[in-house]
């Protein structure tokens, strides 16, 4: 069963950093694409960034193209999302989250296909 508890959220002034943390209970490699999402109040949550299972290959949303990047430690079993250059629009919860698709180069950012969520950790962006 796979399981994600993020961490690494918080407040931070805009044009800040942070990098959230997804660990995982069990290696992702190979077997899951996992995506970043946030969900602002009022609003349908939406897709941040993701990774392709084999590794390699990212897409990011074009809000945060630019300033978010998306890794992975497999050894650790880790994922993170490193945030620069922060806006007050980027306050949300953040979730990670996985679907199964062995041995893909490609991911989506799409709500649809993934199935194992984190509970989310906020991040606020204020002055």
């Known amino acids: 069963q796979l399981q994600f508890v993020e961490s690494g959220g918080g407040l931070v002034q805009p044009g800040g950093s942070l990098r959230l943390s997804c660990a995982a209970s069990r290696s992702t490699l190979n077997y899951y694409n996992i995506g970043w999402f946030r969900q602002a109040p009022g609003k349908e949550r939406e897709g941040v960034s993701c990774?392709?299972?084999?590794?390699?290959?990212?897409n990011v949303a074009d809000s945060v193209k630019g300033r978010f990047t998306i890794s992975r430690d497999n050894a650790k079993n880790m994922i993170y999302l490193q945030m620069n250059s922060l806006k007050p629009e980027d306050t949300a919860v953040y979730y990670c989250a996985a679907h199964w698709r062995p041995f893909s180069d490609i991911c989506t950012i799409a709500r649809g296909p993934y199935t194992f969520w984190g509970q989310g950790t906020q991040v606020t962006v204020s002055s």
């Open positions: 990774i392709a299972s084999s590794g390699g290959r990212t």
